[in-house]
C-alpha cells in the first residue's frame, strides 16, 4: 500500500463524524461504531482476524510463525477532538493497517504476532479524561470513571450500554505484559521541529506527563453598575490574572501549561461575574519539573485570590506521568528511518500525549513522527504531505523487522 491510498482512508474516516461541517468523533458514539467497523474491514483486507474489545477499542491480528506467541502491536486512536483535522490518531491506525498489508504472508515467519489497534478515546473529549480505551488495556481501569458524565448529562456507564458493551466486563479488555512484545504508535508530530529542520519523521524519547484541573475561581455577583470598585469581588478579573500567572510561569520553568476553556457565571452583560471555571494542562519533560510549578502556581493563585477577597476551589481530572521510550525501540525506529535515506534523525521529547503514555505500564512503547503542516494540529487546517507519509510508511515497515530481527536475537 503506499501513502496515496493511506490519505485516501484518512479522507474515508472523515465521514464518521457527528458535525454537519467539521470533524468530531467521539467515545461510544454511532460515528466510533462506524469508524471501528470501517477499520475492522481494512484490517481484514490487510489478512488480520478482527475483533472489539470489552472497552471499544478495534483489534487486529495475524499470528506469527507459530499460534499464540506475545504480538507486536501497531496502533493509534480513531477519535477526535471537536472541530478536528484529519491526521492526528487516524494516520496512525491507517499506516499500522498498511503495514500488515505490505509484510503480509512475511508475518507468518515473524517471532511474534502482528497486531493492529484503534483505541476508543485518546482524547477525551466527551467525557473529559483521556486515553480511556488505552488505559483499559493496560489494567488501569478505575470504575469511578464510569459516573463520568458528557454535556448530555449521560455517564460513561450510560454509553457503555448504549454502545452495546458491559461495563462489567471492562476488565476483559486488559493485556498482560507476557501478552506483548512490545507497542509502536506512528504519529504526526503536532509540533514544528521537524518541519524546522526539514525532515519527513523522528523518533520520541519520552511523552510528556500530564496533569489537567478544574479552578473554580469564587466572588460575588452583583449589579455592575450600582457596586463600586471597592466592593467588587470580580471571578472573572481573578481569574484572568492568574490565566496571565499561568503563561508567565510556565515561560520562566520551561514548562507548558494551557488554560483552554473558561466559563463565567451568572454571564449577563451588567453583572459582576461571582465565578469562573477553567480548565489547566499542565505539562514538562519531566514529572518532577511539572508537579514543581503545580505547588507554586497553586500557591501564586491562592494568593492573588486571598488579596481580591475571592475564593479558588481546584479538582484534579487528569494524571498521567511521563513516559520514556525504550532505548531498543528507540534504537528499531531509528534503524527504519535510516533505511529512507536519513541517518541521523531527529529525536523529540513529545509535548502532546499518546496513547503509547498508557501502554507503558505493560509494555515497552516506541514512537515513529511524522511531520505535519507548520506543526498544527486539534484544527481543521491540520496537514501531511504525501512524501512524508510515504517515508513514514516504509520506515514502520523496516521498524517493525528490526524489531523481528532483535526479538530473534534474544531467542
Known sequence: MRAAEVLARCATLDRFTSLPRGLER?????????????AGRWMEQAGLRTWQDAAGNQWGRREGREPGLPALVLGSHLDTVTDAGSFDGMLGVVMAIAVAERLGARVGRLPFALEVVGFSDEEGTRFGKALLGS?????????????????????????????????????????????????????IEQGPYLEEADASLGYVTLIAGARRFRLSVLGEARHAGGTPYERRRDALVGASEAIVLVEEMAKERGCIATVGRIAVTPGGINVIPGRADLSLD?????????????????ARIRELCRRRGLRLDVVESHHAPAVHCAPWLQDAVVAGIATTGDTAPMGLWSRAGHDAMAIGAVADVGMLFVRCGDGVSHHADESVREVDVEAGLDAFEATVLQVAAVVEARG
Not at 467521539?26 to 470501517?38: F, G, I, M, T
Not at 499542565?282 to 497553586?298: G, K, Q, Y
Open 26 to 38: 467521539v467515545h461510544l458514539s454511532k460515528e466510533h461504531a462506524s469508524a471501528n467497523a470501517q
Open 135 to 187: 488505559q483499559a488495556v493496560a489494567g488501569t481501569w478505575d470504575d469511578d470513571w464510569f459516573e463520568l458524565r458528557d454535556k448530555d448529562a449521560t455517564t460513561l456507564r450510560q454509553a457503555f450500554e448504549e454502545f452495546g458493551l458491559d461495563p462489567r466486563r471492562v476488565g476483559d479488555a486488559a493485556r498482560s505484559p507476557a501478552s506483548m512484545v512490545g507497542y509502536l504508535e506512528a504519529h
Open 282 to 298: 499542565l505539562r514538562a519533560p519531566t514529572d518532577e519539573d511539572r508537579d514543581a510549578m503545580w505547588v507554586d502556581l497553586l
